[in-house]
Every structure is written in C-alpha cells, then in structure tokens.
C-alpha cells in the first residue's frame, strides 16, 4: 500500500471572528436551493406541485418531517392547504 504524505493543516480560529469555517468556507453565500423542486430522495428533481397530482399522501408525510420544513409553505400552496395552529394532523 502506498503511503501518502498528510498535506491537511489545521485551520485557525480567532476569537470573535464570524467567518464559517469547514467544508464549503469558500463556497459563495448564494444558493442554488429551489423550494418548488425536491433536490433529494426517490422524487428528487420533481415540483412539489407534479408531486401533488402524482403522490399528495407523500407530500402530506413530508411536510410533518424534518427534512420536508424547508419545502412547507410550497406544499401548502400546491394541496391548497391552510395550516392552523390547532390543525391536529401535523
């Protein structure tokens, strides 16, 4: 097995300083994130509202979980629904 020198140096953080640090430090603040278009998963790369005619119990199951927050308000608007603070479904 051939050995590799190690090239990684630590990386210095000062206190008070606001800078990101790790994987992506130099990676610009823009993102490319669409919250009409799932970018994971078995549906990754369909609309939400594609998603509505084809698998709406999916997209009512992802706007309970975690990983769906980011995509709720678009699910919202593509079942028409209106959510309640008392709505027990959620």
Do not use: K
């Amino acid at each position: 097995m051939e050995e590799r020198a190690d090239d990684r140096q630590p990386i210095e953080i000062t206190p008070g300083s606001s800078e990101p640090v790790g994987p992506g430090q130099d990676a610009p603040q823009a993102t490319s994130f669409d919250p009409t278009r799932l970018d994971f998963g078995h549906y990754a790369g369909f609309t939400i509202a594609e998603l509505a005619d084809r698998d709406p119990d999916y997209l009512r199951w992802l706007e309970r979980h975690p990983s769906g927050v980011r995509y709720r308000q678009e699910i919202h608007r593509a079942l028409g629904v209106t959510p309640f603070s008392t709505d027990w479904r959620r």
